[in-house]
């Protein structure tokens, strides 16, 4: 009996040493297949602390650093990736799907294009949008007439109303080649200084790249079309820098610079903005200019007329700043690539931003350029700065970088006194646009999401989605303006992607 009784002792504390094991093994899968819903509540504070009174904005919910990342808040774990609908972790098998693979980058494509297509659908359903709590045209009139609003913060408050209610529509393109129309991909538009005209560069189906300008004076008819006119040169080269240059009167001339290939030097080539016109083919005068150096970077026209007829490369570690007319060259040289560049109009000097994250001047009336002491004003950035851009009192200066920063720098004390948050960038090199008239900041990001930024207080506006399927080779390019098209122009964002040009109108 005592033997019987120690049998079923035994028994019974194997029994709950086994359902001990179970259980803890239960619970080992459930932590590590399954997201607990504690992490929920851990990152709610994070979530509200992001959403401030300037960000309550109902256009902002979905534009917001906290919704963008929220899918990313799971851990990764090698060989598993996290499926946020189904709240928990999937088993990456190789070999067993290979006609089908199942990785990281195929499962994020897949999360951002559903965003993107719900983005789209909400744009489409919300036809009047508020970019601020309380913010409405009647408010606004009537704080203006009772002479709290001054006329530019009243102007610059009712473009941010305008820019939320904005509304796409898709450009139909004329060319006297009808063959040519629409079959090459949109790589680069640039507008002149009066937004008559857009310079696009255009990658063919070869591997090549072709010129056009477009005519904007058709924007403000019912029927939405645009002239493009092409040029018989072409080059197999790939664009690096694009701008406007003011050499015989006000954006007469288009700046190209090209890259290298195989034995062939790099050159910038200065193009008559004439040779984009509807006139017969043989009438066409001949290229300009063209100087061969190593692979330009970025590239500036010089305004003042202290450094008349000047342009300026960025290169592999030295800047080349060129006289057109007389060909002489200034040489500095630096420590990083320049990958971007921009003329002061008040003072003959450059700003220059470097792969390495410094931003220096140059006055390029000095002759020493020995070592480093040309250098006048000098910030940092953690990453490489893509592009900069002066304001027009010339006492600010705006960057951005390939960690997705954009900083407002006061150059008198050479300090960032704003961040303007959102940006999504990671390799590539991307414009910024500035339009202080309208106090607004524009810019795309690699994520194919076009960003509008309050320029006086940073408070991200509008977050526009791509009408197309973001990847490297559809990050869209876009010009902003009040008067597209002239004096008399509409005013609206130019956004071209692929092969079409859209136009997104206030009304």
Known sequence: ??????????????????????SLKQSYHHHRYRRTNHSNYAERPEQEETQSPVNAGPSNSENS??????????????????DSEKNRYFRLLPGHNNCNPLTKERIQYKAMECKRLRLLEEEEKQKKKTARAGLNSSMLLQRRQLGL????????????????????????????????????????????VACERIFTVNDVEHGGCKYGII????????????????????????VNSVCWASLTHPDSHVLLCLMGIAETPGCASLLPASLFS????????????SFKISTAWSCAWCLNPQADNCFSTGLTRRVLVTNVVTGHRQTFGTSSDVLAQQFATQTPVLYNGCRSGEIFSIDVRQRNRKGQSWKAIRLFHDSAVTSIRLLQAEHYLIAADMAGKIKLWDLRTAKCVKQYKGHHNEYAVLPLHVNEEEGLLTAVGQD????????????????IPSPHPSSKDAIPSVVFSSRLGGSRGVPGLLMAVKQDLYHFSYN
């Open 1 to 22: 009996m005592f033997a019987l009784e120690a049998g079923m002792k035994r028994n019974y504390w194997r029994g709950k040493e086994k359902h001990g094991w179970n």
């Open 65 to 82: 650093p906290s919704s963008l990342t929220q899918n990313s808040v799971a851990p990764e774990l090698p060989g598993f990736y996290y």
């Open 149 to 192: 609003l001054s006329s530019t913060s009243y102007c610059r408050l009712v473009h941010e109303l305008k820019v939320n209610c904005m509304q796409r529509r898709k450009i139909e393109i004329h060319s006297p080649d009808s063959s040519v129309a629409g079959t090459s991909n949109f790589k680069i538009i640039v507008a002149d």
């Open 215 to 238: 005519n904007l004076s058709g924007l403000g008819k019912e029927s939405l079309t645009v002239e493009m006119y092409d040029n018989l040169y072409f080059t197999n080269r790939k």
């Open 278 to 289: 509807n006139s017969n083919p043989g009438d066409r005068p001949g290229m300009l200019c």
């Open 448 to 463: 194919c999401y076009t960003r509008i930024w309050s320029l006086q207080d940073a408070y991200l506006l509008r977050t």
